[in-house]
């Protein structure tokens, strides 16, 4: 091999390598340049009320995709976290204004704020569990699963008030049942609270993610579930785990949002799944499972947070957004194609 061609080829793997990195660091690149981009172009847009008002958007977005991130990690998609946001907010709104009905008793119980939360928290993961189930008891696709628990928490959600709105959620003195709307308004230490629940469950799902043996076995499954399985993964319960890690994230938001609005409306939620699976996909994590990180999937919904908060700050029509969004995603997804190609041309070479 004469020297020039050596030099050339040398060159080129340089160049290749460089190009990697840039693709591996593509959704902090695309933070960055919508950041200075509306920085420029919407005069408001760079203030401390400004960015208090997108990192609370981007919370709820944020912690719907952490789940979301676990589930596509396993190779799997939930189609019925949206579902589940309006239906525990549902279940939450009628809980503080209706109380819990038992008719064979003759008795209504109230729950108190914290009781309230419990449950509702408990039906998202209820319904996270019964996707699981579907998934890998009965074989259904995710795809199918998920779409049909969609439905069926969406029809729950409207039955529970025919259709109608829960309002004014704040509770009453008599009933012990005040304080709700301290989850969506309320601060600590002078941060949003559902900040700081954005901030407490990211890193309690990046640790598990990335220091436990549980999460090794999330990625695992994705990797290869067959060779998983063969090395005593119980693939069977670590799927179910994450539906309902899904599904208690889901529910959260839908404690969150109903509290911001001191109201559950049961439409609320809706398409909120498809902005978690486009965080963790322009976050990095794999459709075809096995590979993305929980702190890609947040940069990713600071991604889709600010773009949407930039977009309607200079007058951009909703309609205009959604080309937008989807032309990111897209793109997104033919980086981590790109990505994937480059990495398997480096480890040949």
Known sequence: MS??????????????SALLLLLKLRTFIALIIVVVFFALMAPNFVSVANA????????????????????ILTGGIDLSVGSIVGLTGMVAGGL?????????????????????????????????????????KLGVAPFIATLGTLYVARGSALLLSGGATFSNLVGKPE?????????????????????????????????????T?????????????RAAALSGVRVDRIKIAVYMISGFCAAVVGLIVSSQLVASHPASGETFELNAIAAAVLGGTSLSGGRGLIGGTIVGAFVIGVLSDG???????????????????????????????????????
């Open 213 to 225: 043996p549980f999460g090794r076995r999330v990625y695992a499954v994705g990797g290869n579930e």
């Open 52 to 71: 208090v008002i997108v990192s609370k958007h981007v919370a709820i977005n944020a912690i719907l995709a952490i789940g979301m991130t676990y589930v």
């Open 96 to 136: 503080l204004v209706h109380g819990l009905q038992l008719p064979m008793l003759g008795v209504v119980i109230y729950p108190n704020v914290i009781e309230v939360v419990l449950i509702a928290l408990g039906v998202g993961t209820a319904i996270g569990a019964i996707n699981g189930f579907l998934i890998t």
């Open 311 to 349: 977009l309607v700050m200079m007058g951009v029509s909703e309609f205009w957004q959604m080309v937008i969004k989807g032309l990111v995603i897209i793109a997104a997804v033919v980086l981590d194609q790109l990505q994937r190609r480059l990495a398997a041309n480096s480890r040949q070479g």
């Open 3 to 16: 020297t020039a061609t050596a030099s050339a080829q040398s060159s080129a793997g340089g160049g290749q």
């Open 175 to 211: 009933l012990g049942n005040q304080g709700y709307p301290f989850i969506g308004s309320g601060s600590i230490l002078g941060i949003p609270v559902s900040i700081v629940m954005l901030i407490v469950l990211a890193l309690i799902a990046a640790y598990v993610a990335q220091r």
